[in-house]
């Protein structure tokens, strides 16, 4: 998704900006461009934007010989306007240029006034309104700083915006409201951006700005002001982001490096218990023991991956822990009519911590009354880490890749964990019980490790998928969101259509779809389950549909026509949804790339989506 960079510097800050786009290019984006004003030339705004790679964009600064000590970038995924040079960020009015996240839902009447000013509009976004309305108030006298508090006093919608004027070198402005940006402190010299990893090579001083804040950013000084005018001090983090952690190192995509550091990512994640003999509210926050005394129901909202990973927890929370749980889309739950329950544990889970849907669907459920709310999250001091009461960090590290992988698993092993957590306080999990789980989540990264021997004959059936149109996967009870999470990466990255059922729906509907065109993936791990999905199976088979089964080493299913088997080296008892994740990801990358995608940045899709 967009992605913001800027820079005040006593250097050329063109490379700065460029290493800081190429940081953000996993968001996902159509173009990107570059602003800066003119160290050599009287100040002069320089702009180069292109519907390109961002290596393209750095070709083209070096060909135009842009240079300048103070400058704004961005990399654009189109909301209003086409991707195009000129949709494509910073926009310009006299002297002013802006690049802008987010959207701004007022634009049209905004828009209609500048006009009746005499303002023309070059492109067809929402952004080009803030520049001609900073740059209405600025040539009416006002600061740069004021222009932009004006503007963004008319602002309806999310943005995270940074500006900058050629009449004014000592400065740069940036804004927010509901959209992430932070400032990058430096010795001497400052930077602004929507992700700490723009930052990664100029600095590790990190300062997340708050909604409604703006800042003055200077060469020696940031000066910020919250959202009713009063001067503010907000605290420096230092940042845990290594370069090294956002390289691709031996592999060919980001994508194939994440599913293979599964087994460190989950290890990691699970670290505080892996010498522990028990588990611990406190693994959740120092009011968790309090809080999770008090609720007596759950509500997990979440997206995408996210969301997949909540409906496997559901099956951990009531079956394990009896805790009863629903499950909701963020994007539907925020604007339905639901009945409130107080007493609700609200758990968002996400990778970015910066999903719009799932932020805003945690303040709605707060806007209802609910009491209690905890963040699964991989990014710490995202937006949802810091809105919610309980946090429980995933230690995954950077995901690069569009496609949510190592999030995933690990977004499991929280949930896992906080299902122990839960049980033991209900009075639910017996010490053995408590031990054999906790042996079991020790084993967890060798068992992933092993899942992944399982590439070659995986590769086989990705062969044949990519030649198809259709797929149908197929799981019972708490795999059948496995088989939802082994649809929607196929669908993503390959782009195979891809359907999940829960097995037992098959004869309901879909078996009409069957044939020997539609290759059928199945879950069939040995559980109780097991026969009832075995005569769901048989109906696939006898409609001439190709069964494609990850089986359990004891189920008794073998190769036949019609009938290919992978046996998964390890059954791991109810965390068994965690290993079958892998193959199911490794298939669509498989796909993916027999088809010749991009893996990494699968089209029409962005990482981290911060507008609705
Ligand atoms: C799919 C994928 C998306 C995300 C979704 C939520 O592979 O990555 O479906 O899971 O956009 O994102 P987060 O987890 O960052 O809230």
Known sequence: MCGIVGAIAKRNVVPILIEGLKRLEYRGYDSAGVAVVDGKDNGKLQRVRST??????????????????????????????????????????????????GIIENHDELRARLRSQGYVFLSDTDTEVIAHLVHSFY?????????????????????????VSENDRTHLVVARHGAPLLLGLGEGENFAASDASALIQVTQK?????????????????????????????????????????????????????????PMAVANTLEMVT??????????????????????????LACGTSYNAGMVARYWLEGVAGIPCSVEIASEYRYRESVPHPRTLVITVSQSGETADTLAALQ???????LYSLSICNVPESALVRASDLRFLTRAGPEIGVASTKA??????????LTMVLAKLRGRLTTERETELLHQMRHLPTALANVLHVEPQIKMWAEKFATRHHALFLGRGIHWPIAMEGA??????????????????????????????MPVVAIAPKDALLEKLKSNLQEVRARGGELHVLADQDTKLTDAEGLHVIRMPDHAGILSPILHTIPLQL???????????????PRNLAKSVTVE
Not at 141 to 156: H, K, P, Q, W
Not at 505 to 514: M, N, R, S, T, Y
Request: proline share 2%; hydrophobic share 40%; aromatic share 6%.
């Open 275 to 300: 010498s522990a003999q028990s588990v611990s509210p406190q693994l959740f926050g120092a009011e968790a023991g309090r809080i999770f005394s008090d609720i007596d129901s759950v509500l997990i």
């Open 488 to 517: 929607l990466k196929l669908k993503e990255i390959s782009y195979i259509h891809a359907e999940a059922y829960a097995a037992g729906e098959l004869k309901h509907g879909p078996l009409a779809l069957v044939d020997k065109h």
């Open 587 to 601: 298939l669509a990358y498989h796909a993916a790339l027999e088809r010749g995608n991009y893996v990494d940045k």
């Open 206 to 262: 990190i300062v997340y700005l708050e909604d409604g804040d703006c800042a003055e950013v200077k060469l020696d000084r940031v000066t910020i002001v919250n959202a009713k005018g009063d001067v503010v001090e907000r605290p420096v983090h230092i940042s845990q982001l290594s370069a090294s952690a956002v390289e691709l190192g031996n592999y060919t995509h980001y994508m194939q490096k994440e599913i293979f550091e599964q």
């Open 139 to 163: 040539k009416g006298g006002a600061t740069l700083f004021d222009a932009v508090r004006r503007t963004t006093a008319e602002l309806i919608g999310a943005y995270a915006i940074a500006v």
């Open 52 to 101: 390109g790679r961002v290596a393209e964009l750095e070709k083209l600064s070096q060909a135009e010989h842009v240079s300048g000590e103070l400058g704004i970038a961005h990399t654009r995924w189109a909301t209003h306007g086409v991707p195009s040079e000129k949709n494509a960020h910073p926009h310009i009015s006299g002297g002013i240029s802006v690049v802008h996240n």
């Open 364 to 370: 709605y459920a707060k806007s209802l009354g609910l």
């Open 408 to 417: 995933f698993t690990t977004q499991l092993a929280a949930l896992i964990l």
